[in-house]
């Protein structure tokens, strides 16, 4: 399997996750010409893409999402809740019906050689999700836009050999920042979003033999920054006695594709 985000931030989220016969999105919060633009950049074509699987309607997961699904007649794989909020978004453009192919949380789903698994998270949305996904004996495991995590959410990432985990605050900016204070405390909240000290508490449960690679995601633009980030998460792994390599973790970029990581 690989992986490579195309963009990840608070300004727009899309995560190519591929097998040897399938290509998929998770997300498209941003426009379809950069996601276009982006696929290209990792030799797929767009009119390849078998399925995006969308985690929730806010608009830096669906932003570019009615163009592509639309231009390339793309299945898009959501909740029931999730698909009925993204056709009342205007600004998509109308999305055919037949398009949209709903899921559980918990039902795992097959599209070609990927095995899908979405599960429930905390987040201030209409009934989100998170994936993993497997072929051939791998796993790649996604979870950004936690309130918090549980015993839930661990038991659904375990075992990944490539994670995406969210990393989006660093409190103290956070807390000092120029957001009002509903938003701050609606980011801190059980539906709201990691900070870079919960990320890595995550992760360090996550640790196992099999991981291979982790990508920090989703950071905010005015309340982390990337370095901050990488240094926070590591540093908390090394002080809990993880020998898992710094040069393995990094962050997946706001305005620019990451590398492509192949298991």
């Not at 932003?63 to 978004?89: K, M, N, W």
């Amino acid at each position: 399997m690989k992986l490579c985000s195309i963009a990840s931030g608070s300004s727009g989220n899309c995560i190519y996750v591929g097998s040897q016969n399938t290509n998929l999105l998770v997300d498209a919060g941003i426009s379809a010409k950069r996601i276009e633009n982006g696929l290209n950049g990792i030799d797929i074509m767009p009119d390849t893409l078998q399925g995006i699987l969308i985690t929730h309607e806010h608009s830096d997961h669906v932003s570019g999402l009615g163009i592509l699904a639309r231009r390339y007649h793309i299945p898009i794989y959501a909740t029931y809740e999730t698909a009925r909020s993204i056709q009342q978004i205007k600004n998509l453009g109308d999305i055919p019906d037949e398009l949209f192919r709903f899921i559980k949380p918990n039902e795992a789903f097959q599209i070609n050689d990927i095995n899908v698994e979405p599960f429930s998270t905390s987040h201030d949305a209409s009934n989100p999700v998170c994936y993993t996904m497997q072929s051939e004996g791998h796993k790649v495991g996604i979870a950004t836009d936690l309130g918090k995590y549980d015993d839930y959410i661990v038991s659904k990432l375990e075992d990944s050999e490539i994670l995406l985990i969210e990393a989006n605050h660093d409190v103290n900016m956070l807390m000092v920042g120029k957001y009002p204070y509903y938003l701050k405390q609606r980011i801190l909240g059980d539906r709201g979003h990691l900070s870079n000290e919960t990320s890595a508490d995550l992760i360090s449960r996550l640790i196992s033999s099999r991981l291979q690679y982790i990508f920090l995601a989703h950071l905010s633009k005015e309340n982390n920054y990337e370095e901050l980030a990488y240094e926070t998460v590591c540093c908390e792994l090394s002080t809990r006695g993880s020998s898992f390599s710094a040069n393995k973790v990094s962050v997946a970029h706001r305005e620019q594709p990451s590398q492509m990581v192949l298991i």
